[in-house]
């Protein structure tokens, strides 16, 4: 039997997942620690990122997951503000309020810092660390999109100005998701989550996230299950497209 291995504490979404993936059939294993225990076999996982880095490499699941760098590779067009992917050493030196995150952790929190000043300094962080410096800007409304082999299968509205604010996704955001798969589908993994949204001047680019660790909002489960298997699955099954994805790969960090 196919097994999904979750987490010690599971999150709405994360419930969701489970549920879903037993209605298909699966085993679902939620583990009491990060230890994998001698014996267990499970070919995928939905968890964050500390929990995949401890139980992904003994049990052959690759997760997938988009470069460091990515938002801050898109065209100005695409992102509506300037991003850059820098490493926080350089980072202290900004004299300006930024927006500024990790790109695919949370060790850095995700707000706007007044100057780079106010960032964790080196006694807490490696200088060498990467961080997304962007703009600050304001989305009007924000979108999570899960997409599969370059395809939006689904979605949900997450945010409105600042705060949360469930929804069905907008007609215009996935359009705005396919125009943006289509020209640059072939620098992500074949499954991944994609958040878009609107700011003053049209609509943007706001991140990419790994669909193995994403909250589903209001996405239907199924269509996100379908997401998820595929983005933390069996190395043996990797596409050979997904290699550089793999988290901990040279270029995903």
């Known amino acids: 039997m196919t097994t999904l291995v979750l987490p010690p504490r599971l999150t709405a979404s994360a419930e ?3 549920d879903a993936a037993v209605r298909r059939g699966l085993d679902a294993v939620q583990l009491p620690d990060f230890t994998v225990p001698d014996g267990l076999r499970a070919e995928h996982l939905h968890a964050g990122p500390a929990f995949a880095d401890a139980v992904a490499p003994a049990l052959g699941i690759a997760p997938l997951e988009a470069p460091a760098d990515w938002l801050a590779r898109l065209p100005r067009e695409r992102t509506r503000r300037e991003v850059r992917a820098v490493p926080i050493g350089e980072a202290y030196g900004l ?3 930024a927006f500024v995150k990790s790109p695919n952790d949370k060790g850095i929190r ?3 810092y007044a100057d780079g000043s106010r960032l964790p300094g080196p006694d807490a962080v490696d200088p060498a660390t990467t961080v997304l410096v962007s703009d600050v800007v304001e989305f009007t409304a924000e979108y999570r999109l899960f997409v599969l ?3 939006v299968r689904g979605g949900s509205r997450y945010g409105e100005r600042g705060r949360l604010a469930l929804g069905p996704l907008a007609p215009d955001a996935a359009r705005f998701g396919a125009e943006l798969l289509a020209a640059h589908a072939d620098t992500l993994p074949s499954a991944v989550v994609v958040d878009v949204g609107t700011v003053a001047d049209g609509w943007a680019v706001i991140e990419a996230n790994a669909a193995w660790a994403s909250g589903l909002y209001t996405t239907d489960p199924d269509t ?3 997401v998820v298997l595929r983005a933390a699955g069996p190395h043996t099954a990797l596409a ?4 550089p994805f793999v988290r901990g790969a040279s270029g995903t960090e």
């Open 149 to 151: 082999d370059g395809t």
């Open 95 to 97: 004299r300006r309020p």
């Open 224 to 226: 996100a299950l379908d």
């Open 16 to 18: 969701s997942v489970r």
């Open 240 to 243: 050979d497209r997904d290699r």
């Open 110 to 112: 995700a707000m706007v």
